[in-house]
């Protein structure tokens, strides 16, 4: 049996993650508007008597402490990259705060279904004028937010990906930057709640209905959850350690298996990082190579930065 762990001959499990990502740059930016604007929605809210300005300013007060987490887990990722104690680098705490930011998520969308339900049952006066000068100054912001964060989840650094990586990552349909989705998810769920808001201030005005503006917070709390969700499931697939998708696995199954006669017996590929992959691949072959031999064959695309090889001989085949 030959066994071969390293993808390029040297010991080093940083795989990138010691340099800045783009993703960071933008969330520290966006946090600092963020946060200008959540006291400005927050106060006029309760100044206002909205629920739907104030369920955004809550809202915006939400991803604020997101945006945190995010910041928070790019500088860790990158201070920490060469720590002994991570056995395959610090990649998996990108997805670790966006989990961590999908269930604040969730909690501030209860809240908003809580505040707004009571709203249903003990309406009270709304100053229709100023909630509506503040939502749309809310939606600019969160306008301008969307733009700098960008909308794909992929970190598209020249220095850390090639274009064929980021055209294989594109094909496979995933967001690669758990962490920078999550950021945006928070921004746009911000963006649409202060749509709602807007949309509800204005029946109200127009028609002298105060029901409207808690039926709009409810419906923003059911979509907001409904987004937590996703971001929770495809963080936790990370965390779990569950397998790459079909479409990367299929390809290191048929780069490897267009060689002579050999057969893939056993293959594992899990995420590490955004849009980098470990793998473990068990090979049968009648005339076993040596290991080194086996993973040239390899996509470079697929971003496999950690793969060990097993590679034994095949079986004679019994003839009848």
């Known amino acids: 049996?030959?066994?071969?762990?390293?993808?390029?001959?040297?010991?080093?499990?940083?795989?990138?993650?010691?340099?800045a990502m783009s993703g960071e740059k933008r969330t520290l930016a966006v946090i600092?508007?963020?946060?200008?604007?959540?006291?400005?929605?927050?106060?006029?809210?309760?100044?206002?008597?909205s629920m739907a300005l104030l369920a955004d300013g809550l809202h915006m007060g939400s991803?604020?402490?997101?945006?945190?987490?995010?910041?928070?887990?790019?500088?860790?990722?990158?201070?920490?990259?060469?720590?002994?104690?991570?056995?395959?680098?610090?990649?998996?705490?990108?997805?670790?705060?966006?989990?961590?930011?999908?269930?604040?998520?969730?909690?501030?969308?209860?809240?908003?279904?809580?505040?707004?339900?009571?709203?249903?049952?003990?309406?009270?006066?709304?100053?229709?004028?100023?909630?509506?000068?503040?939502?749309?100054?809310?939606?600019?912001?969160?306008?301008?937010?969307?733009?700098?964060?960008?909308?794909?989840?992929?970190?598209?650094?020249?220095?850390d990906h090639d274009e064929h990586a980021h055209a294989q990552g594109h094909h496979h349909g995933e967001r690669t930057d758990?962490?920078?989705?999550?950021?945006?998810?928070?921004?746009?769920a911000d963006a649409l709640t202060s749509v709602l808001a807007i949309a509800a201030l204005m029946v109200g005005k127009y028609f002298h209905l105060t029901w409207p503006d808690p039926f709009i917070g409810m419906l923003g709390a059911v979509l907001v959850s409904r987004w937590a969700w996703q971001l929770i499931r495809a963080s936790s697939r990370v965390l779990l350690d569950m397998q790459a998708p079909e479409s990367v696995r299929d390809a290191v199954r048929s780069a490897v298996e267009r060689q002579d006669d050999c057969r893939v017996s056993d293959l594992h590929v899990w995420a590490v990082g955004p849009n980098i992959f470990a793998a473990e691949i068990g090979i049968l072959a009648s005339e076993p190579k040596d290991p080194d031999e086996y993973r040239k064959l390899l996509p470079r695309g697929l971003n496999l930065v950690h793969v060990t090889c097993e590679v034994r001989r095949r079986p004679l085949e019994r003839r009848a």
């Not at 809580?114 to 100023?130: D, G, M, T």
């Open 178 to 188: 758990h962490n920078l989705w999550s950021a945006y998810v928070h921004v746009l």
């Open 63 to 159: 991803h604020a402490s997101a945006l945190a987490i995010s910041a928070f887990a790019y500088l860790y990722t990158r201070r920490h990259a060469r720590d002994a104690r991570f056995s395959f680098g610090t990649g998996k705490m990108n997805s670790l705060a966006a989990f961590a930011s999908a269930v604040l998520l969730a909690a501030f969308a209860a809240v908003m279904a809580w505040e707004s339900a009571k709203r249903c049952v003990a309406p009270v006066p709304i100053k229709f004028n100023q909630a509506i000068l503040i939502a749309l100054l809310g939606l600019a912001v969160n306008g301008a937010c969307l733009l700098i964060l960008g909308g794909d989840g992929h970190d598209h650094d020249a220095d």
């Open 32 to 49: 600092w508007i963020t946060a200008a604007m959540m006291v400005v929605e927050i106060a006029a809210g309760l100044y206002s008597g």
């Open 1 to 19: 049996m030959n066994e071969s762990s390293l993808l390029d001959g040297a010991h080093d499990h940083t795989f990138g993650l010691d340099r």
